[in-house]
């Protein structure tokens, strides 16, 4: 397991989500590549995204995950549903009462929903790309319980990948030690031992709309189109 962060930016806080894209770009520079492809997570992990593709000449594209939200605090994830139908609830938090099963239940239909939309909107309608022998780099803009990137680690590798990394601006220990036992390499940035929020940790954390994220992906496409990667290559 190759770990790796930035311990002299501690207290510091990114300009914006691209400011971000490219920090963690510059320490992903040395990673060997095998047909390798950045997936983002919507809509804020996109702008992210973007900077380490264009960086590293790698295509891009989404990953659709939606987190459960819990019932006083939507922020609060209490498991994650990914687009390829993988559910995971945290039963630590049902058994404590925080929801209740038909919560759950309409939460998990809810959220299955919008995934659908999504994926009409971003792929029109396509499934993921074939990911099987790849080198995947899940990307966002920062996690706090780490619940939704399980679900798209857990998406991805129901495809057997080469090796899955996981990128990140920011993250707290807890969370990192949660998704390292599941992928191949994760580099963060930022690992705060107290998270109140991902958005404090940006100067500019606007809100990020479809229409942004679908100019990003066109960009990235005709960025992307002109190259031919090879089949292993050093991004440099």
Partial sequence: MWRGRFDEMAGVRFRDRFEAGRLLAERLKDLVVQDGIVLALPR??????????RALHLPLDVILTRKIGAPFNPEYAIGVVAENGFVSVNRRE???GVA??????????????ELTRRRQLYRG???LPP??????ILVDD???????????IAAVKDQQPAS???????????????????VDRIVVLLEPEHLDGVG???????????EEVLDLLRKAAEEHAGSAPAEETTAT
Wanted: no cysteine.
């Fill in 125 to 127: 309608g396509r499934p």
């Fill in 44 to 53: 804020g992990g996109v702008l992210v995204g973007y900077e380490i593709a």
């Fill in 142 to 152: 920062g996690v706090a319980t780490g619940f939704t990137m399980l679900g798209a």
């Fill in 100 to 113: 209740t099963e038909e919560y759950l239940q309409q939460a998990i239909k809810e959220n299955l929903q």
């Fill in 94 to 96: 049902i058994e404590l």
């Fill in 200 to 210: 404090a940790w940006y100067e500019d954390f606007h809100q990020v709309d479809d």
């Fill in 164 to 182: 899955v990394i996981v990128a990140l601006p920011v993250a707290p220990p807890q969370a990192v030690r949660l998704l390292e036992e599941k």
């Fill in 131 to 136: 990911l099987s022998g790849r080198t995947v």
